[in-house]
């Protein structure tokens, strides 16, 4: 779900990642007692936090979906918690064509999993970085076709990109490649609604990970360029658009989220 170091095929149990802890607090089953201690150590409202960010995805997929949108290019996709992105939108359109990226070990070996096409669809994965735009771009450009559009997801992913490693010069050359019509879905952890006590950023760096929340304001710059979509940049739980707006809006705020369509 993140950058990390070298890709290796040795999943490290030694040090929590970002894909297992946020695993564990969606409640699933692929993570070590190293990740369940850290998400143990997080208020509740990550819990919540978390599901109102996967719910956006499944939100804005179908979306995009719906608009006619069959080309996904999901960057940070994580460990599988059905419904993944390819049942979303093949269940809109069977003809739809995924390219999942990773990083993470663990992810790799649930791969099989991302790869169950719908006959008339096709998935694909890819083992790389997120600070590695031209690989996936090249990639990507075997399974999709890039003079059509494509919806680029960047989903609880930017956060863990710090500032040294120009996480805004990465997104603009995916988007660079990218053709008119095209859209950026993208979420993005802030603390700007977070009290000290519910503030653990320095829970994930004293355990090795990197995290840097952003404001909403600089969450605005991965837009910038793009004629973002109604409701804008707003939080998890108040994005919607063809669906009703979730029952439980306002619990929590953690991440700021948005679409944008790329117009050249």
């Not at 960047?154 to 040294?164: G, K, N, R, S, T």
């Not at 859209?183 to 000290?196: A, G, K, P, R």
């Not at 029952?247 to 790329?262: E, K, L, M, N, P």
Request: hydrophobic share 35%; charged share 25%; aromatic share 6%.
């Amino acid at each position: 779900m993140t950058p990390g170091p070298a890709h290796s095929s040795i999943v490290d149990t030694s040090r929590p990642h970002p894909a297992r802890v946020y695993d564990y607090l969606l409640g699933g089953k692929d993570n070590y007692p190293v990740d369940q201690e850290l998400g143990e150590r997080m208020p509740p409202v990550a819990k919540v936090g978390v599901a109102q960010n996967r719910a956006f995805m499944q939100r804005a997929a179908g979306w995009a979906a719906r608009t006619g949108i069959d080309q996904f290019l999901d960057i940070g996709t994580g460990i599988p918690t059905q419904p993944n992105l390819h049942q979303i939108v093949q269940e809109i359109n069977p003809a739809a064509r995924i390219v999942y990226t990773d990083n993470d070990p663990i992810v790799l070996r649930h791969a099989e999993a991302l790869l169950i096409s719908t006959p008339e669809g096709a998935t694909g994965y890819l083992d790389a970085d997120v600070r590695e735009p031209g690989k996936i771009l090249d990639h990507a450009r075997t399974l999709l076709d890039f003079d059509r559009p494509i919806a680029l997801s960047l989903i609880a992913l930017m956060h863990f990109v710090p500032d040294e490693d120009d996480p805004y010069g990465i997104t603009r050359t995916l988007l660079d490649a990218l053709p008119s019509g095209s859209c950026l879905v993208l979420s993005h952890f802030t603390d700007d609604f977070l009290s000290v006590e519910q503030d653990k950023t320095e829970e994930y760096r004293s355990s090795g990970i990197s995290l840097r929340p952003r404001t909403r304001s600089e969450v605005a710059r991965f837009f910038d360029g793009l004629d973002l979509v109604d409701p804008g940049l707003v939080t998890a739980p108040r994005w919607h658009k063809d669906t009703p707006l979730p029952q439980d809006s306002g619990v929590t705020d953690s991440f700021h989220v948005g679409v944008a369509r790329v117009l050249r």
